[in-house]
């Protein structure tokens, strides 16, 4: 996000086809994700590859674990909603890997896009009713220091150095908590559940266990 506008970018290795897009305002992190897979599926030159397998990376697990998925096969997603057209043609999704030169080039795209006004009258995507941005929070966000807004990003959006997440993305063998080893370290856990931190969750929140969600 830059100058007040989302953005989102795709870059297909073989072809070299490099494309930026501003979502102007309102887009979420998981929109942009979600339209940046569907500007790719949707080509003519992926829909109609030879390849016998096309691979669409994204690092983005909230948008790779959506509700229309069908299954999964060695860490693949495969959507029939977004690839039906391409679906003989093999088309899968495929968690990505921070620092790869292609997902670096695809971030620097996104960046490009959110640098520029949308084509178009706002909202580019659509945004939930009664659930409109909060500019306040946005402000409040954009305040805080490098370190601070990086945690909360990772918060907001799932994009964090705990196990679970890396285990997903290949990286970790072991999606469990280092600290109980007890459930899958991810931040419902470490914040509401986790034993060895029950002391310092009682002395913040007032309880040693926080409830509601779950634990995956």
């Known amino acids: ?14 072809s070299g086809v490099q494309q930026s897009y501003s979502l102007g305002s309102y887009a979420t992190v998981f929109q942009a994700e979600v339209f940046a897979i569907l500007m790719v599926a949707q080509r003519e030159d992926v829909k109609n590859c030879t390849e016998e397998r096309i691979f669409i990376c994204s690092d983005s697990q909230a948008a790779l674990s959506c509700k229309d998925k069908i ?6 997603r495969r959507y029939p909603g977004v690839f039906s057209q391409a679906e003989e043609g093999g088309v899968c999704l495929d968690p990505g ?9 695809a971030d620097q795209l996104a960046r490009l896009g959110s640098g520029e006004p ?15 941005p909060d500019m306040s929070k946005t402000v409040w966000l954009l305040n805080l220091g490098r370190r601070a807004l990086n945690q909360m990003v990772g918060i907001l959006t799932g994009h964090s150095r705990l ?6 993305m290949g990286i970790e063998e072991s999606p469990l908590c280092p600290e109980c080893e ?9 914040l509401g559940h986790c ?4 002391r310092l969750r009682r002395k913040v929140f007032g309880t040693g266990e926080l ?6």
Request: proline share 6%; glycine share 20%; charged share 20%.
């Open 1 to 14: 996000m830059r100058n007040e506008y989302s953005g989102a970018g795709i870059y297909l290795e073989n």
């Open 71 to 76: 299954n999964a096969c060695s860490g693949v």
């Open 97 to 105: 890997t921070y620092g790869i030169p292609e997902n670096e080039r």
């Open 118 to 132: 949308p084509q178009g009258p706002e909202p580019i995507l659509g945004i939930l009713r009664g659930n409109g």
């Open 163 to 168: 196990r679970r997440h890396l285990h997903l």
């Open 182 to 190: 007890e459930g899958e370290d991810t931040l419902i856990h470490l």
């Open 195 to 198: 034993i060895a931190f029950g």
């Open 211 to 216: 409830q509601g969600g779950g634990d995956g």
